[in-house]
Antibody
């Protein structure tokens, strides 16, 4: 299971910080990575970031420079930071498990999702 | 970036009938395509991966087909719980730059 947590309200130009706590699986497993996906109200899904078992990361090019993701293996959770937020960053943020379609491919589909946490950027 | 285009935006179908949803990729994604179902207030749920492999615990009335740039999700006999928004997602790019379609809303006719 995955559970997102973090502030529901962020001030413009500040940094959004979220955590995803994983239970029932280790975030250090090589068969999958851990992802952040967001969905603005009434709109579609946008992949944000991926975190791999060895600490490697991959980011949506449209957000590169503002986004980072990292893990705390002692707590089996991973985090998202998005800097310089604007109203356009208001969205439901989901964490998800990215299951590799081939064991060493490093890419795949999202087979487990958290329930999501709504973050509103508002002054 | 690979652009995923779904059609139609909204599909109206009666319960018991067949629904066919389409997804097109701007370039070939081989069979590296997944479908998701999202109901209001819920997270998306994986239905199909590998373009045609139904995920665990997904009813047999859901099936996926296609490869390359053209994909289809078929629901053979619609149940009331199937009315939702459906998204396709490609996972062919490396390094990963996953993209989703804009969604098809399946509504009751």
């Amino acid at each position: 299971q995955l559970q997102e947590s973090g502030p529901g309200l962020v001030t413009p130009s500040e940094t959004l910080s979220l955590t995803c706590t994983v239970s029932g699986a280790s975030i250090r497993t090589v068969s999958y990575s851990w992802s952040w996906i967001r969905q603005p109200p009434g709109r579609g899904l946008e992949w944000v970031a991926n975190l791999y078992f060895d600490g490697a990361t991959s980011y949506n090019p449209s957000l590169k420079g503002r986004v980072t993701t990292s893990a705390d293996t002692s707590k089996n959770h991973f985090s998202l930071k998005l800097s310089s937020v604007t109203a356009a960053d208001t969205a439901m943020y989901y964490c998800a498990r990215n299951f590799f379609h081939l064991p060493t491919s490093g890419k795949g589909y999202f087979d487990l999702w958290g329930r999501g946490t709504l973050v509103t950027v508002f002054s | 970036e690979i652009v995923m285009t779904q059609s139609p935006a909204t599909l109206s179908v009666s319960p018991g009938e067949r629904a066919t949803l389409s997804c097109r990729a701007s370039q070939s994604v081989s069979s590296n395509l997944a479908w998701y179902q999202q109901k209001p207030g819920q997270a998306p749920r994986l239905l199909v991966h590998g373009a045609s492999t139904t995920a665990i615990d997904i009813p047999a009335r859901f099936s996926g087909s296609g490869s390359g740039t053209e994909f289809t999700l078929t629901i053979s006999s619609l149940q009331s719980e199937d009315f939702a928004v459906y998204y396709c997602q490609q996972y062919n790019d490396w390094p990963p730059a996953y993209t989703f379609g804009q969604g098809t809303k399946l509504e009751i006719k």
